[in-house]
């Protein structure tokens, strides 16, 4: 069935050093994942996006790369801060309609001072 | 410009009763979509809104229902709640939904049943 799953639950990495979470999808048909971050208390907050036609894209710090043959999304995180310590999700949407966003289960980093 | 806002943010029912949460989209935005948050289901969509109409729906009882005013803010509500309804219930909007309008969220309304 449709869903988007993360590898691990837990990554801690030093702070300065690159962190990269994985996710893994299970539906061919999805043409659009987005990465979300969420602190402890508040919603999810949009980091970065990336269309099925592509397979790689960088924003700020952030590189979100999408290989499409494995299904298998990443989020690369340059030179991790200590306020980017958080739970993120990779999302799906677009199958169900724009709107209806499919979450993974979450990765929480911990960046180590 | 605003964020979504969602209130209220904290609350406490008793198991039976019904509850009503508010969610005020950004300025500009047309579609208002629900989820809920928990730590055992993690994220998950309950429905969205456009232009007063429910547009699309997830899997979750009749108990829980919403509507969408003119002015594009909605609410969600949940009757007749169970112990398993306490959650994170996130309000998310975005321009339109058509196309891959980035979403939204807002800071949540924690509902507790007890």
């Known amino acids: 069935g449709e869903s988007v799953g993360l590898h691990l639950p837990t990554l801690s990495v030093q702070e300065g050093d690159n962190s990269i979470i994985n996710c893994a999808y299970s539906n061919s048909a999805s043409d659009y994942f987005i990465w979300y971050k969420q602190e402890s208390g508040k919603g999810p907050q949009f980091i970065i996006d990336i269309r099925s036609n592509m397979d790689k894209r960088q924003g700020q710090r952030v590189t979100v790369l999408l290989n499409k043959t494995v299904k298998h999304l990443s989020l690369q995180i340059a030179a991790t801060q200590p306020g980017d310590s958080a739970v993120y999700f990779c999302a799906e949407t677009g199958t169900g309609g724009y709107q209806k966003v499919t979450f993974g289960t979450g990765t929480k980093l911990q960046v180590i001072p | 410009k605003a964020g979504v806002t969602q209130t209220p943010r904290y609350l406490i029912k008793t198991r039976g009763q019904q509850v009503t949460l508010s969610c005020s989209p950004i300025s500009g935005h047309r579609s208002v979509s629900w989820y809920q948050q928990t730590p055992g289901q993690g994220l998950q969509f309950l429905f969205e809104y456009f232009s007063e109409t429910q547009r699309n729906k997830g899997n979750f009882p009749g108990r829980f229902s919403g509507r969408q005013f003119s002015n594009s803010r909605s609410e969600m509500n949940v009757s007749t709640l169970e112990l398993g309804d306490s959650a994170l219930y996130l309000c998310?909007?975005?321009?339109?939904?058509?196309?891959?309008?980035?979403?939204?969220f807002g800071e949540g309304s924690w509902l507790t049943v007890v």
């Open positions: 998310a909007s975005s321009l339109s939904g058509e196309e891959r309008n980035t979403i939204y």
